[in-house]
Nanobody, 127 residues
């Protein structure tokens, strides 16, 4: 079992940057594929991106490609979401999620594929 805690959210002007962190408990972080999701006001939760066990395969939703970067540090039990060129439409609660897997090369982009979730961190981008 893993527990996830997000941090790093806040208020930023459009065009600015933020870096979110996801801290995972436990000693088997390297056995979890990870994902970042977000839920904007009045909208469904959507995937932002996902990363496989090693960090060598990463998926991004089209709307954040070229602006967001996902990474993980298995030695530190951490995952990150570096966000640049933020837009007002990036305003949302951001969640990290974990899925225990033995498939090294896979990432997962549906929220129902994940069994563990953090509490979320608010990102607000002002115009």
């Amino acid at each position: 079992q893993v527990q996830l805690v997000e941090s790093g959210g806040g208020l930023v002007q459009a065009g600015g940057s933020l870096k979110l962190s996801c801290a995972a408990s436990g000693r088997t972080f390297g056995s979890y594929a990870m994902g970042w999701f977000r839920r904007a006001p009045g909208k469904e939760r959507e995937v932002v991106g996902a990363i496989n066990l090693s960090g060598g395969r990463i998926y991004y939703v089209d709307s954040v490609k070229g602006r967001f970067t996902i990474s993980r540090d298995n030695a530190k039990n951490m995952m990150y979401l570096q966000m640049h060129s933020l837009k007002t439409e990036d305003t949302a609660v951001y969640y990290c999620a974990a899925r225990l897997t033995t498939i090294a090369g896979s990432y997962y982009i549906r929220d129902d594929e994940y069994g563990y979730w953090g509490q979320g961190t608010q990102v607000t981008v002002s115009s």
